[in-house]
């Protein structure tokens, strides 16, 4: 039965994807194998796989265009950490980009493996960014801007640090860096990423009751319990994740990076809170911000506000590339 279905499925996909989607649509997005196939055979995207600059073989689709001025390469976040999530920034960029979006160590297709090595998370994970930007300018010598999303912006901050300090950055070009609802640190980020899960879920299991109802579980529920997670998941971080991964805290380093970078972030993210990438920003040499103050969610704001997004996306982009 299961063989039967798989074939049905896969027999019926062209067929699914005859009529273009939109890389807006989440239910869509969601569908991982759908967005690949049509990444693929409609906008012309190729597959293949580049090793990690520690050895791992990452899974990737790559659209090299004729006239591109520059490469973006798109690190996304923990989870799903696949590249299919980030198929909406083909239709944020410009036209004249190379892209290169690929899937996490231990997600997707790549090697590795994710929950086996979670208490190392943080380690080694920018290695996958220094061979994506490696890989990146063997294909095209064009100037590079790194995208990173959530998890993705702290491993690609760590990457350019470390290729700076072998002095790569001017080798590979690399002109900027995106860093959207990202975090300074993992001892920063479970707490609340923790008790933005557990709320995110249980609003979600009671968002068809009565309005009262909804308040009340929050009130007696949901905050008591969030609360709780906040002060009592930090000493299991500092228990449990191994010391390096405590210790690659972005703030005392950022001071030294040269790179430009555009910081984008909602003053309403309760899994990753602004405060402390605000406190990135002040420390970053060449800064650039979008604060933003309507309501939106975390690592979704490319979603919720694509207009106002393309438009600072890609004037930083031109910024950085024509500097």
């Known amino acids: 039965m299961k063989r039967a279905f798989s074939f049905i499925f896969i027999f019926c996909m062209p067929f699914l994807v005859a009529e273009k989607s939109s890389y807006f649509d989440t239910k869509f997005l969601a569908q991982s194998d759908l967005v690949k196939q049509q990444l693929i055979e409609v906008d012309g995207f190729t597959e ?18 004729p006239q591109a001025r520059c490469t973006v390469i798109c690190s996304s976040g923990f989870w799903p950490g696949a590249k299919e999530g980030m198929a909406t920034l083909y239709e944020l960029l410009a036209k004249n980009c190379n ?60 990457a350019l640090l470390n290729m700076q300090k072998q002095q790569l950055l001017e080798l590979y070009d ?34 068809t009751a009565p309005q009262i109802v909804q308040n009340s579980v929050r009130l007696a529920i949901v905050s008591p319990v969030s609360l709780l997670l906040q002060l009592t998941t930090p000493p299991l971080v500092w228990a449990l994740v191994s010391k390096r991964a405590r210790q690659a805290a972005l703030l005392p380093k950022i001071k030294v990076l040269e790179t430009p970078v555009l910081y984008i972030h909602s003053e309403d993210d309760s899994f990753a809170p602004i405060s402390p990438v605000k406190q990135l920003a002040k420390k970053t040499r060449n800064v650039h911000t979008w604060w933003i103050t309507e309501q939106s969610t975390h690592a979704c704001h490319h979603i919720k506000h694509a207009n106002a997004y393309r438009e600072k996306l890609q004037q930083f982009i031109k910024t950085v590339v024509s500097a």
């Open 48 to 65: 293949g796989f580049f090793p990690a600059s520690d050895g791992l073989r990452l899974n990737f689709v790559w659209l090299s265009r």
């Open 99 to 158: 892209i290169l979006l690929f899937d996490a160590r231990g997600h997707g297709a790549s090697e590795g493996s994710l929950w086996r090595n979670v208490l190392q998370y943080g380690e080694r994970e920018y290695n996958d960014i220094i061979g994506a930007v490696q890989w990146a300018h063997e294909q095209s010598k064009k100037p590079i801007v790194l995208f990173g999303m959530c998890a993705g912006a702290f491993h690609a901050t760590h």
């Open 174 to 207: 690399i002109r900027g860096l995106v860093f959207d609802s990202g975090w300074d640190s993992l001892t920063s980020i479970v707490p609340t990423a923790v008790a933005g899960e557990w709320e995110k879920r249980m609003m979600k299991s009671v968002k």
